[in-house]
C-alpha cells in the first residue's frame, strides 16, 4: 500500500527498460548496478492462492512462488545486476490495521533464503521494516536503487525507487517504473519530511485512515516544505501536539481546506512509525553480514545444479540455458585486461545473432537497444558434468523429431548487454552477421513433380480436373456470368449457383474465389469442388459441349498435351502452369478410364 494516492499527485515516474538503465549505470560509474529488493513486495506481488493450488494440483511438491522469484532473479542477474535481498525484522510494527510483525513465518522463507545462498545473491534480515532498511542502505551507499512496490521508502528517506511497470494490472515484461526524490522535491516541493505529513493526512501503513475529509491533492498541498508544517511535525513532541495543531488549522485555511481534525490527531504511534522507524546502525549498515565476503563470491555450480532439480524441477537442458549466460556476463563484466579479453574471445566463441526486425503495436513490448542477441559455447561458463544423465533426469525427452539426441554442448543463444561485450571482448571481435534470406517452405512430393514437370517449358498447359465432372452433362456446370470477373493469382473453386432458397436467406461469410478474367460471359466452368489448383499464368478456356462423348474428352486432354487441336471437349477448364504448383486432386472413378498424357 504505502502513502495512499501519493502516486496520483506525483505522476508515474519514468518508464524505461531495465536493460536501458542497467547498462546507463555500468557505462557511468563502470560496475554493475546494485538493487536492495525488499523481499516482502516480491513474494505478495506474486502468484494468487488459487494458481498456486492449481499448480499444486497438477504436481503436490511444486514451490511456484519461489520459482517465480527465481525466474526474475537470472533475469537480472543476466543484465550484470547486483542484489540484495532485505527481509522483514521480527520487530516489524502493525500494518494496515494488523499485527504485521512479532511472529516471522521462517519456514515459508527458508527455501528463497537456501536459494539465494547457493546462487551467492547477498540477504539481510531487517531489525523491524525491509523498506525503511533498504532506504538507509541506499543512504549509506551500499545500494543504487530501492526495489519496492510501496511508495513509503521515499519517507524513509530513499533517492531512487524502482518498480515493475504495469499495464492494465499485467507486469509488462523487462520494463521497470523509476522515481527519483530530487525530482519530487523540485517539481512538487516534497521531501521525506514532507511526505510524513501527508501519509498522517491521506493514510498510509500504520494509519489507513488519515483525517476524513483530507485527500491526496489537499495532503499534497499541506505538505509542502514552504508551509513548514511537515518539517516541525518531524520534530515536535507530544506535549507540543496542541500547538503544532494550530498551524496546521491555519495551513488549511489558507488552501481552503477546512476539514475537521480528529481529537487524537496525530496519533503518536503512527507518527514515531513513519519519522523514526526502527533500522540499523550506520555502523552495523556498513558491515552487513551477507556483504563480508563482498558482491562477488564463487557458485558451488554442482550443489547449484542439485538444489536446482530437485525443489524447482529445472534440469540440465534449464540450467545452461539459464544460468550459462549467467556466469558468461560476470566473466565479461569483470575484464579488466587485454589478455583477458583475448581469452574471453576464445573460450566463449561470441556471434552476433542476425535479428529480423519486427513491427510493434502500441502498447506491446520494445526490445531493448542496449541488448544484443548472440550465440556462445556455454561449456566454458559451467562447471557441471555433462557426460551423463544425472539421476533422476531423462534426455530422450529432447530428442529432436529428425532423431537427434540432446548435446549439452550446443551452442545456445541468449541477450547479453551491448556495453558488458565491448568492456569483455576484444574491439572488432564481433562482426555483424551476415543477412540469410528466408528459406522457401518445403512442397510436397506432389507439388514438386508438377513443378519439374513445367520448368522447362513455361507455356507447358496444365489440368485441373474437377471429381465431379460429367461428360455427358453440362447442366450442373456454373457460368462465367455465375462468378467474379475480376482476376485473381488463386484459382479456387467457384462458387456455386444461388437458388432461390440461398437468396432469401443470410449472405454466406464463406470467401469465394473468382474465375480467371479471360473467361467469357455464359461460357461454362467446371466445378472445382474437390480440386485443388494454382496460379496460372496464362489462362486458357476449352469450350465443351455437354454432347460430347467421351472421346471428346479424351481430344481435349490430348489438345492440352500438345496432341491436338481439336477443341471440342465437355465442360473442362484448362490453364497455363508457369508460376505455381499443381497439386493432382484424388481419382475420380468417373475417369479412369480416360488417359491422362504426359505434362498435363
Not at 471 to 491: E, I
Amino acid at each position: 500500500m504505502g502513502i495512499a494516492g501519493l502516486w496520483e499527485v506525483i505522476g508515474d515516474g519514468e518508464v524505461t527498460t531495465i536493460a536501458d538503465f542497467a547498462t546507463k549505470h555500468f557505462e557511468t560509474e563502470g560496475r554493475p548496478l546494485r538493487i536492495a529488493v525488499d523481499e516482502a513486495g516480491w513474494r505478495f506481488n506474486n502468484l494468487t492462492d488459487a494458481q498456486v493450488a492449481q499448480i499444486r494440483e497438477k504436481e503436490a511438491a511444486a514451490n511456484p512462488i519461489e520459482k517465480t522469484i527465481i525466474w526474475r532473479i537470472l533475469r537480472l542477474m543476466k543484465l550484470n545486476i547486483q542484489m540484495i535481498f532485505v527481509f522483514d525484522g521480527a520487530r516489524r510494527p502493525w500494518k494496515r490495521g494488523r499485527r504485521g510483525g512479532g511472529k516471522v513465518d521462517y519456514e515459508r522463507i527458508k527455501l528463497l533464503e537456501q536459494t539465494l545462498d547457493h546462487l551467492k545473491v547477498p540477504r539481510h534480515r531487517a531489525p523491524a521494516e525491509a523498506e525503511a532498511e533498504c532506504a538507509k542502505m541506499q543512504q549509506a551507499g551500499i545500494v543504487d536503487v530501492v526495489w519496492s512496490d510501496d511508495s513509503d521508502c521515499f519517507m524513509f528517506g530513499a533517492t531512487c525507487q524502482m518498480e515493475a511497470h504495469k499495464v492494465g494490472g499485467k507486469r509488462v515484461e523487462g520494463h521497470v517504473r523509476v522515481h527519483y526524490a530530487d525530482r519530487i522535491l523540485a517539481k512538487h516541493d516534497l521531501d521525506a519530511e514532507s511526505l510524513v505529513l501527508f501519509a498522517m493526512l491521506s493514510g498510509g501503513d500504520y494509519n489507513v485512515t488519515g483525517v476524513p475529509g483530507c485527500g491526496p491533492q489537499a495532503a499534497k498541498l499541506l505538505s509542502r516544505r514552504a508551509l513548514g508544517v511537515a518539517n516541525e511535525l518531524c520534530r515536535v513532541e507530544k506535549r507540543e501536539f496542541p500547538a503544532w495543531r494550530v498551524k496546521l488549522e491555519d495551513a488549511m485555511r489558507s488552501v481552503n481546506k477546512l476539514a475537521q481534525l480528529p481529537p487524537g490527531f496525530p496519533d503518536l504511534k503512527a507518527l514515531n512509525h513513519y519519522r523514526r522507524p526502527t533500522i540499523s546502525s550506520l555502523e552495523q549498515i556498513q558491515s552487513l553480514r551477507g556483504l563480508r565476503r563482498g558482491w562477488e563470491q564463487q557458485v558451488d555450480q554442482r550443489k547449484l545444479r542439485i538444489l536446482l532439480r530437485q525443489r524447482y524441477n529445472i534440469w540440465t537442458k534449464g540450467y545452461i540455458k539459464h544460468l550459462a549466460p549467467i556466469f558468461m556476463t560476470k566473466h565479461l563484466a569483470q575484464c579488466n585486461s587485454d589478455e583477458v579479453r583475448r581469452d574471453n574471445d576464445s573460450r566463449f566463441d561470441i556471434k552476433l545473432k542476425h535479428t529480423r526486425k519486427k513491427k510493434h503495436d502500441a502498447g506491446e513490448d520494445q526490445p531493448a537497444a542496449s541488448e544484443a542477441k548472440v550465440t556462445f559455447n556455454p561449456l566454458p561458463a559451467v562447471e557441471i558434468d555433462i557426460n551423463g544423465e544425472p539421476e533422476g533426469e531423462d534426455w530422450s525427452i529432447w530428442k529432436t523429431k529428425d532423431g537427434v539426441h540432446y548435446d549439452p554442448a550446443e551452442r545456445i543463444e541468449c541477450e547479453v548487454l551491448t556495453c558488458v561485450l565491448h568492456h569483455g571482448l576484444p574491439p572488432g571481435s564481433l562482426q555483424e552477421p551476415e543477412f540469410v534470406a528466408r528459406k522457401p517452405r518445403k512442397k510436397s512430393t506432389a507439388a514438386e513433380q508438377a513443378t519439374n514437370s513445367v520448368a522447362d517449358d513455361p507455356h507447358e498447359t496444365a489440368i485441373v480436373l474437377p471429381l465431379d465432372i460429367r461428360h455427358d452433362s453440362s447442366s450442373a456446370l456454373p457460368t462465367a456470368s455465375q462468378t467474379s470477373s475480376t482476376t485473381t493469382k488463386k484459382c479456387g473453386r467457384p462458387p456455386k449457383a444461388k437458388s432461390a432458397a440461398s437468396d432469401a436467406g443470410p449472405p454466406s461469410k464463406k470467401r469465394r474465389k473468382a474465375a480467371p478474367a479471360s473467361i467469357q460471359e455464359h461460357q461454362p466452368v467446371a466445378s472445382f469442388r474437390h480440386a485443388r489448383t494454382v496460379e496460372f499464368k496464362k489462362p486458357t478456356v476449352i469450350d465443351l459441349d455437354g454432347s460430347d462423348s467421351e472421346h471428346d474428352l479424351r481430344d481435349a486432354l490430348d489438345l492440352a498435351a500438345g496432341r491436338s487441336h481439336s477443341p471440342s471437349s465437355p465442360g473442362l477448364f484448362c490453364t497455363s502452369a508457369a508460376k505455381h504448383l499443381l497439386i493432382a486432386p484424388p481419382p475420380n472413378p468417373d475417369l479412369n478410364s480416360i488417359p491422362v498424357a504426359p505434362g498435363s
